[in-house]
């Protein structure tokens, strides 16, 4: 079971996330969220984070310059695509920087797990993310979920993050419901919008483990 804590934006929060276990660490390039990191600030927090955990670097509908300005600043182990990238952009993509890249992907129905069939060529992992709310600002982070049972004997032929609302307390539910090869939490180990809570951090992280034992 990966466990991603993502939308990291201090030393001490990444350090405690590296501590208590986390397997990836995300990073968000996306001005409109409180989770974002400036290029200087995630040259910081990548040397922190360097060999010790994988780093994946969060953007949105980002173009080749953005995405080359994030190697350069943070050096990520993989690229999450949390835009409108179509697959054809998925692949471009990969194949410009020869990163593993994570797509994700808003699910509210059936319809939406259908359509995720045809990112599985062109990605390495797929994130299944809630659908935002309508009128919202961010793409994820919402703190909504979507109903998991959706996902029960599903076959994307790529491995797959379950991602949305989650938190200590209904990570386990989702994992014995979903069955996916991860789990990604943001507000779900916050205080406040971006502001990460090194004790949520772990809680998350200990029943992630419980429940995929």
């Not at 539910?173 to 939490?185: E, K, L, R």
Request: hydrophobic share 45%; charged share 25%.
């Amino acid at each position: 079971m990966i466990v991603k804590i993502c939308g990291l934006k201090t030393p001490e929060t990444l350090e405690s996330a590296i501590t208590a276990g986390a397997d990836w660490v995300g990073f968000v390039f996306f001005p409109k969220s409180p989770r974002h990191v400036t290029l200087d600030l995630a040259k910081d927090l990548g040397r922190i984070a360097d060999t010790r955990v994988k780093k994946v670097a969060l953007v949105v509908d980002a173009d080749d310059a953005a995405l080359e300005a994030v190697e350069k600043a943070l050096n990520p182990d993989m690229f999450q695509l949390h835009g409108h990238e179509t697959p054809e952009r998925v692949a471009a993509i990969r194949e410009r920087f020869g990163r593993p890249i994570i797509k994700a992907l808003g699910i509210a129905d059936i319809a939406d797990l259908k359509a995720a069939h045809a990112y599985a060529p062109a990605a390495d992992w797929l994130l299944l993310d809630a659908k935002p709310p309508k009128n919202a600002d961010l793409p994820g982070g919402n703190g909504v979920s979507f109903d998991w049972r959706l996902l029960a004997g599903l076959d994307l032929e790529k491995p797959f993050m379950v991602s949305g609302g989650l938190d200590p307390s209904n990570v386990g539910q989702a994992i014995a419901i979903s069955h996916p090869t991860g789990v990604d939490v943001s507000s779900g180990v916050e205080t406040a919008p971006g502001i990460k809570d090194p004790a949520k951090i772990r809680a998350f992280i200990e029943a992630a483990r419980a429940a995929s034992r």
